[in-house]
């Protein structure tokens, strides 16, 4: 849903115009999803039958094995993680950038809780992206941000449970004078959710293409594949 986020798409139209993207960094620091889930009237069941719970964690078990081999514990963890919260940073990195050329390393600390990846991309760019796990701290921060010789693009998201909270843009930029100035451009008031399911809507009844099929899903599963590999084996 992050594509369809009204400051992501106007970040990505800035970095569409910028000719030597050098630097790109994300930042997914997560706190404990009950801080923020108190703030809703939950219903919870714990009524489904054992033999469904039972087959789908084994068939989940196959996959990561199938995914990465056999692998410690903390390496397994990260996968799920990468997987299941960093995959809204990398599919943005994706849309917004395109695949990356290598994983140049790996690091994996906290018994899995935290990563830390760098990626490499064709035009020499590096991309250092990092989760942490703060589970305490009520201050949730997802950040992306993009620099090149002349323009800075900083996309700050809020939390996924957030109500009415907008995600914010900044553009630092230098002139022709060599004057520096810092724009905060004024963002759509809607839910990148609401969005997505009108974008869904439109695709089947075929007024508009697809923008995020799910066959590019697949690269992004490859790519945490490479990402875990590349700690397993402590190289490229």
């Known amino acids: 849903m ?28 997560h706190p404990d999803n009950r801080l923020h889930l108190r703030q809703f009237r939950l219903k919870r069941f714990d009524d489904l039958p054992p033999g469904p719970v039972a087959e789908a964690n084994a068939a989940r078990k ?12 903390d390496a397994v963890r990260a ?21 990356p050329e290598s994983v140049v390393s ?33 201050d949730f921060r997802e950040t992306l941000e993009v620099y090149g010789g ?4 900083l996309v700050s998201y809020p939390t996924g449970f957030a109500r ?3 995600s914010t843009v900044v553009f630092h930029e230098i002139n022709e004078a060599g004057e520096t100035s810092t724009r905060r451009p004024a963002v759509a008031w809607e839910s990148p959710f609401v969005r997505e399911l009108r974008h869904f809507h439109a695709c089947i009844t075929g007024r508009e293409a697809c923008r995020t099929p799910a066959a590019d899903a697949r690269e992004d599963v490859r790519l945490i594949v490479d990402i875990t590999r590349a700690y397993m084996e402590r190289g490229p």
């Open 150 to 153: 002349d323009r800075r693009v």
């Open 106 to 138: 790996t690091e994996v600390w906290n018994g899995g809780r935290a990563i830390s990846t760098v990626l490499s991309y064709r035009n020499g760019a590096r991309c250092v992206a990092s989760w942490v796990d703060l589970p305490e701290l009520w």
């Open 79 to 99: 996968f799920h993680t990468l997987s299941g919260s960093m995959i809204h940073d990398l599919y943005c990195l994706r849309a917004m950038l395109g695949m």
């Open 164 to 166: 009415g909270i907008l």
């Open 2 to 29: 992050k594509v369809y986020d009204p400051a992501f798409e106007t970040a990505k139209a800035a970095v569409d115009e910028m000719k030597d993207i050098r630097f790109v960094q994300v930042n997914h620091l």
């Open 62 to 73: 196959a996959a990561v094995l199938e995914a990465i081999g056999e692998a410690p514990e």
